[in-house]
């Protein structure tokens, strides 16, 4: 079984320029995460899909942060206009429902760095 | 509101050391608990969990137990194998509604031969 893909792995862009990233959940999990992780931090939950409705954003900076999940299967993720501080890891991980007895499966991360 | 307090890293060991990683807690109510392992170059995965008080979670040696009255959650291993150098995130998230988890900051850990 093929584990939740994300693209690209690592992107360098310079500070105002737009950003997106990509992501592939494992093939049935309903529940989507994005998270984001800052050096030497654990990560933090930026917005929580069901499907294709976003759930939970509370944590997602509204301002230049935007998500979308279409279909209920494939996400993106788009920062813009980026800034030096978005500089970090954004993880995305799914699972087959939101309880707890449910595992996330994470993926390996794309490497965010702001110039 | 909810935190992990993990101890602060790195962790150096020689292999067939004794490992442990302290995890202590803040939340309301009962939260489940877990420990995620970070292998180099690869994505988090579940090491083990726990989902209520005084149960013990194991996986490939490593043992935590939930413990209530000293909201810890700290993580053991009898002997540890160079292959178990990685970064170890001890988490909890809600006992109701959502599975957020919530993180700790890691504890990197390198064992040499």
């Not at chain 1, 693209?7 to 862009?13: E, L, T, V, W």
């Not at chain 2, 939260?31 to 994505?43: D, I, K, R």
């Not at chain 2, 137990?65 to 292959?83: A, N, P």
Request: a negative charge.
């Amino acid at each position: 079984e093929a584990g939740v893909v994300q693209s690209p792995r690592y992107k360098i862009i310079e500070k105002k320029q737009p950003v997106a990233f990509w992501c592939n959940p494992i093939s049935g999990h309903n529940t989507l995460y994005w998270y984001l992780q800052n050096l030497g931090q654990g990560p933090e939950l930026l917005i929580r899909y069901e499907n294709e409705e976003a759930v939970d954003d509370s944590q997602l900076p509204k301002d230049r942060f935007s998500a979308e999940r279409l279909k209920g299967v494939d996400s993106t993720l788009k920062i813009q206009p980026a800034e030096l501080g978005d500089s970090a890891v954004y993880l995305c991980a799914s699972s087959p429902g939101d309880r707890v007895s449910y595992e996330q499966y994470f993926g390996p991360g794309t490497r965010l760095t702001v110039t | 509101g909810n935190s992990v307090t993990q101890m602060e890293g790195p962790v150096t060991l020689s292999e067939e050391a004794f490992l442990t990683i302290n995890c202590t807690y803040t939340a309301t109510g009962y939260p489940s608990l877990f420990w995620y392992v970070q292998y180099p170059g690869e994505g988090l995965q579940l090491l083990l969990k726990a989902t209520k008080a005084d149960d013990k979670g194991s996986n490939k040696g490593f043992e935590a137990t939930y413990r209530k009255e000293t909201t810890s959650f700290h993580l053991e291993k009898g002997s540890v194998q160079v292959s178990d150098s990685a970064v170890y995130f001890c988490a909890l998230s809600y006992p109701t509604g959502a599975n957020n988890l919530f993180f700790g900051t890691g504890t990197r850990l390198t064992v040499i031969p």
